[in-house]
């Protein structure tokens, strides 16, 4: 894959995969929600995952396109143009392993042995904290002004960050990221409950949890835009979550 020189990447968690791999030389425009790392801002914003810019595509001589999820626009193009689209899952830790071992495949320079390492490290070394107590803990990522709550559910890579940490995630059973009312938290009674905040308002997001009348004694709000993004800052993503149990 020398050749290709001009690849178009959509989502954020590839981008930034991407970024660490040592192969960003090749990159020649990203979506707009991939503001990490910095670097990104001097790449084309090609549009998003919805509302993809096809024509900018086609104008930047794109080699490739790498996206997350399915996009058919994106595939059909990829077809006139007469280049590969690549699709991926980063919806399990497995899926970020996969990724990542796949743009190792595409690319000669490409490791991302290190990444995938530490990890695995990481969460080995966490076993053996919490394995033993395994608290129940729930994130919580989405929380609006209006109630509604969205937490993390079992088919999710938290489940699996808080599987391999020796912790259970507490949820409903049905869903990856489930809707949940107040009666539903109560009944659920987690020990621990993580509040993920993308946008750094940690005040308004405990206020928002609060004004559900729920106690906030065992909340912990986790900043950052790294939060939501099973990245090249994953890791950084399980530490977090690692102080907020202690």
């Not at 080995?124 to 919580?140: G, R, Y």
């Not at 990245?231 to 979550?241: D, F």
């Amino acid at each position: 894959m020398d050749n290709d020189t001009s690849i178009i990447v959509f989502g954020p968690s590839l981008t930034e995969l991407f970024y660490i791999s040592g192969t960003w030389e090749r990159l020649a425009g990203v979506d707009r929600f991939s503001i990490w790392p910095s670097q990104a801002s001097q790449l084309a914003v090609i549009g998003d995952f919805m509302t993809p810019s096809l024509e900018m595509i086609s104008a930047l001589g794109a080699t490739s396109i790498h996206v997350v999820g399915r996009n058919q626009s994106l595939t059909d193009l990829a077809e006139r143009l007469g280049i590969p689209c690549y699709q991926y899952s980063f919806d399990r830790l497995d899926d970020v392993y996969g990724s990542s071992r796949r743009i190792e495949d595409l690319y000669p320079e490409a490791d991302l042995s290190e990444f995938r390492d530490e990890i695995i490290f990481t969460l080995d070394s966490l076993s053996s904290v919490f394995e033993t107590t395994s608290p129940e803990v729930m994130i919580v990522v989405y929380l609006e002004g209006d109630g509604a709550i969205t937490v993390a559910g079992m088919d999710t890579f938290y489940f699996d960050i808080l599987t391999g940490m020796g912790c259970v995630l507490a949820a409903p059973e049905a869903g990856s990221y489930p809707a949940v009312s107040v009666e539903g938290i109560l009944a659920i009674d987690p020990d621990f409950v993580i509040i993920l905040d993308p946008y750094n308002t940690y005040e308004t997001a405990l206020n928002r949890w609060r004004s559900n009348g729920l106690d906030d004694s065992n909340v912990t709000v986790l900043s950052g835009d790294h939060v939501l993004i099973p990245g090249a800052r994953l890791n950084e993503l399980i530490v977090g979550i690692a102080r907020c149990l202690n």
